[in-house]
């Protein structure tokens, strides 16, 4: 059998096939993804269950000029290899390598950039009111997974494309569940059936006939949608405002081309509901998604091999294991989450307290405001949430809680750069973002013990309060046991040394010493972003020539604009180098590396410090 993956270089070339040579493409597609993926790294599980979905969309719409907005991207690898960037997977998520989202500046196929849930829809929606006011012929279709559905921006902006005639179709992919028994052949004939240009035209010249008789028009709507709610769990799409298909089988060629074909041919607002499988094809996938979901490097033919035992605990692992403690010590504790139980370490609290754990699906907005309100009723709520998911609820954050001053704690993963996520999840912006909110308390550990030590202070606030850690290990120092706390506000010195002193904040501290042993610098664990020791900073203005602070922040409004501010407003005029991540958004590799590019590891700290000092020194005559 001929390979016809080998032909396709862009989606043009992918209409050329027949109908019947598409299951073979499928299964080639897919034996490429799962192959790419067990070499770099990536999403998995997801990618595997949208190979049939992604051949059918590309091969009946004429993409690029049909737009498809695909959601948060973990179901994108199969539509990058269809669209010109198969050699590119060798690199993906590497530095100078492809995304693993969709990315505008990458492919004119990618026509919405996205890394975050639940925006694909209202996106879809901008552009598909755009071709309406343009008067452009175009179809644009938003491919959004159950999980995204969670979310309220998405029925936010399926309430609005409801009330529009834009020609829009929201896909729903469907794949938190086995494909059931009404997935069948009856189901299959039902959703060409109502997705066909016969079914809808009657449908449309019915409307106009029994306009003029309202009572007989309402009776009828009501038996229509009666009876599409007996075959299909579509009424609440059809209530607002949308033609609801489905569900079909998502992995069945011969339901999907027919179905989308007719849809194509539709106006105004559509929704078909497909059904597929995470890590279809693959049965190790299949049986366990969720440890599929996001794979490093493996053997496909043993699957992903226990993970050797570190000496390094990851920061996750503390929290984890300080939340069970805390829980047993504290009945009021309770445990949220928008959606990420195993990645912020949550799994082994929901097994041992599952009355008290709650996630609340991809929903930040309403984790906070919920965390609000169990807070005015004297409960003590920790959200565990990623530095950018926490972007998502800003507003919650200074209006429901901290205006309030409510007693919710913030467990912040992933703060600082994230590696092969790049831009769309780095933790860059929290420093900035938290320390400007009043009643606010901000903290960042520089090792595992600290981390253990500020959750619990972070607890003991009567008031909003934040841990910030960042993914991945530690330093390797031992975590002690117990729920003891730190003085509020105290930073704490390192080493002691001469001329310059160092403010490291968080995972900047260990870089930090090493340039101090270089430099004879003293070095400070500032512990606290807000409130900041202004009396140790005060002090060391006064008996050292040059200030450094140094974090894994944006420089703009992070914690070294805080020092300067402490130092203004002192009159110290002590020379302060502020080091930290630029004015930009730092794309995906490997974090180490970036680092280094970005003069934040210690050999960057000692040049940028000796090239402050010499710029410092008086010219001679």
Known sequence: MTPLLDTIRSPADLRLLTPPQLPQLADELRHFLLESVAKTGGHLSSNLGTVELTLA????????????????GHQTYAHKILTGRREGMASLRMQHGISGFPRRSESPYDTFGVGHSSTSISAALGMAVAAMNKGEDRRVVAIIGDGAMSAGQAFEALNNGGALDANLLVILNDNDMSISPPVGALNKYLARLLSGKTFNAARRAGGKVLSAIPSVREFA?????????????GT???????????PIDGHDLEALLPTL??????????FLHVVTRKGQGYKLAESDPVLYHGVGKFDTRCGIAPAKKSNHVTYTQVFSEWLCDQAANDAKLIGITPAMREGSGLLKFSQEYPTRYFDVGIAEQHALTFAAGLACEGMKPVVAIYSTFLQRAYDQLIHDIALQNLPVMFAID???????????????????????????????????DECRKMLSTAYSI????????????????????????????????????HSIAILAFGSMLTPALSAGDVLDATIVDMRFIKPMDRELICTLSQTHKLLVSIEENSLIGGAGAEVSRILEEANHTTPLLRLGLPDLFIDHGDSTVLLRELGLDADGIVKSIETKLTKNQPRQN
């Not at 969309?57 to 948060?72: A, G, I, M, S």
């Not at 074909?261 to 559509?270: A, C, I, M, V």
Request: hydrophobic letters at 35%.
């Open 261 to 270: 074909q007719n849809l194509r041919e539709l106006t105004g607002p559509q």
């Open 462 to 497: 009567h008031g909003p309060a934040a841990v910030r850690y960042p993914r991945g290990g530690g330093t390797g120092v031992t975590v002690q046991d117990g729920l003891s706390t730190l003085p509020i506000g105290k930073a704490k010195i390192k080493r002691q040394g």
């Open 414 to 448: 992933r703060g600082g750069l994230v590696g092969a996520d790049g831009a769309t999840h780095n933790g860059a912006f929290d420093l900035s973002y938290l320390t400007c909110i009043p009643n606010m308390v901000v903290m960042a550990p520089s090792d595992e």
């Open 221 to 233: 709507n009501r038996i229509e949608e009666h009876v599409k709610g007996m075959i299909s769990p």
């Open 236 to 246: 609440l799409f059809e209530e607002l405002g949308f033609n609801y298909i489905g």
């Open 57 to 72: 969309l590309h091969y009946v719409f004429n993409t690029p000029e049909d737009r498809l907005v695909w959601d948060v």
